[in-house]
């Protein structure tokens, strides 16, 4: 069966990665993300939609119509996202607001939508991308934290809430992963390989979750790097 695919956060890192497995598999792929021409993806079966998933409200309106468009989207993988650590202080009500909106009530609204074509379809795999901020807290990551706990509540309710129908949903959450997340931070990964993980092993691993046998549920995967090292990017060594 010719499969599609929805990939949020597709013009970077681990969507981007996500994408062109997906394609490579024979999807096909529908991606949102702000600017498409950061790393372009050219393929025939790949169809970007610009989404700032920060206006909730605009979001609603570009998910109806693509589930209008595709009726027959079997799978979601909700990632985009982005980083910001600082202390909660140092946040105003809009930072907040729009913190909580691309990184999670923007993909709850998106799984609204394609919740009820899966359902008609009598299967789908909706896959979010959390973090291991999603297990455990740490000072900075308030918002981030709350954000990634709140996408692993979800995926546990919705889990409960349309698996009798043929869904499965799988929440992933890796440790550091070298990808352009931290360019606009004052940390990132060690230079070691060993150090993050690459966006192409999440992408293999939410192409794998979504092949399993339709009798296999895999609710939840975490991954770390073989040895994690923070290098503090304004820090003299
Ligand atoms: N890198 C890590 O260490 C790490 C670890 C654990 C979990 N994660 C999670 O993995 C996901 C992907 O991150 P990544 O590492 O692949 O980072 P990335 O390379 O920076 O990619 C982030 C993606 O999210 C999209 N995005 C950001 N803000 C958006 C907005 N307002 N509206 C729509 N799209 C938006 C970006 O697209 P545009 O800028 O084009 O809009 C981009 O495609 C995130 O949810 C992140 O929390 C990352």
């Not at 109806?64 to 027959?72: F, T, V």
């Not at 998106?110 to 009820?116: A, D, G, K, P």
């Not at 979010?128 to 996408?151: P, Q």
């Not at 890796?174 to 352009?180: D, E, H, I, L, T």
């Amino acid at each position: 069966m010719h499969r599609i695919a929805v990939v949020t956060g597709s013009s970077s890192g681990i969507g981007r990665a996500t994408a062109t497995r997906l394609l490579e598999a024979g999807f096909t792929v529908i991606g949102l993300a702000r600017h498409h021409d950061k790393y372009e993806i050219s393929h025939d079966h790949y169809y970007p939609r610009t989404a700032d998933f920060s206006d909730i409200e605009k979001l609603d309106k570009i998910a109806a119509d693509i589930s209008k468009d595709y009726p027959k989207i079997s799978v979601l993988v909700c990632n985009a996202g982005f980083g910001d650590f600082r202390h909660l202080e140092n946040f105003s009500y809009k930072q907040i607001q729009e913190f909580l909106n691309v990184n999670l009530v923007a993909h709850i609204v998106l799984c609204r939508h394609m919740v009820s074509g899966m359902k008609k379809l009598g299967q789908g795999d909706i896959v979010i991308v959390g973090s291991e901020a999603a297990l455990i807290g740490k000072r900075k990551a308030t918002l981030y934290s709350a954000a990634k706990f709140g996408m692993r509540g979800f995926a546990q309710s919705l889990r409960d809430e349309v698996g009798s129908s043929g869904l499965r949903v799988c929440l992933i959450n890796p440790g550091m992963v070298r990808s352009a997340f931290f360019n606009d931070l004052d940390f990132e990964p060690g230079d070691s390989s060993e150090n993050a993980i690459e966006p192409e092993d999440i992408a293999k691993v939410i192409v794998e979750t979504v092949g399993a046998r339709r009798g296999t549920v895999i609710d939840e995967i975490n991954l770390s790097p073989a040895s994690k090292v923070i290098h503090f990017k304004n820090r003299k060594p």
